[in-house]
């Protein structure tokens, strides 16, 4: 994307408001403008930017598995190529408002009583099992339990 396309985004997207909401900030890059005015610059700094960001990301798919917020790291690196590029911003601006939805509807009385009787219950069940199995071989390790 070069700094042409980004004013003409800017000037298609307006204030950023819509139905009188907050105002988004614009699509398209952040970079700073005498690195938007060369386009060899300009690309460049998305390949630098790209580079990080990628860097990031597969910091945080690694950490999935392994010890660490890997979940946190990866949308850190959407967040570092949502600087630079429209299709990042839009993925960061359709989780967020996935991820507000779902804070509302957490908080939805209903949903709250019905989620705490499930921890209840979850809990009352695996407090039985534990008691069962404590009475049944005492403080033995399962793999230590003798057939």
């Given at each position: ?20 909401g ?49 979940w ?28 507000t ?47």
């Amino acid at each position: 994307m070069n700094a042409e396309s980004d004013r003409r985004q800017d000037a298609a997207a307006g204030d950023g408001t819509k139905d009188g909401g907050a105002a988004e900030p614009a699509l398209g890059s952040r970079a700073p403008h005498f690195i938007k005015r060369s386009r060899p610059l300009h690309v460049s700094w998305q390949v630098g930017v790209f580079i990080v960001g990628l860097a990031v990301v597969v910091a945080g798919i690694i950490m999935l598995p392994l010890p660490g917020p890997g979940w946190l790291v990866i949308f850190g690196g959407m967040a570092i190529w949502a600087t630079e590029f429209v299709w990042a911003q839009l993925v960061l601006r359709w989780t967020k408002r996935k991820v507000t939805e779902a804070a509302q509807r957490a908080l939805d009385p209903r949903v709250r009583r019905r989620n705490i009787i499930l921890t209840v219950t979850g809990l009352v069940i695996a407090g039985a099992l534990v008691g069962i199995y404590l009475w049944k071989f005492g403080m033995v390790m399962p793999w230590k339990v003798g057939g």
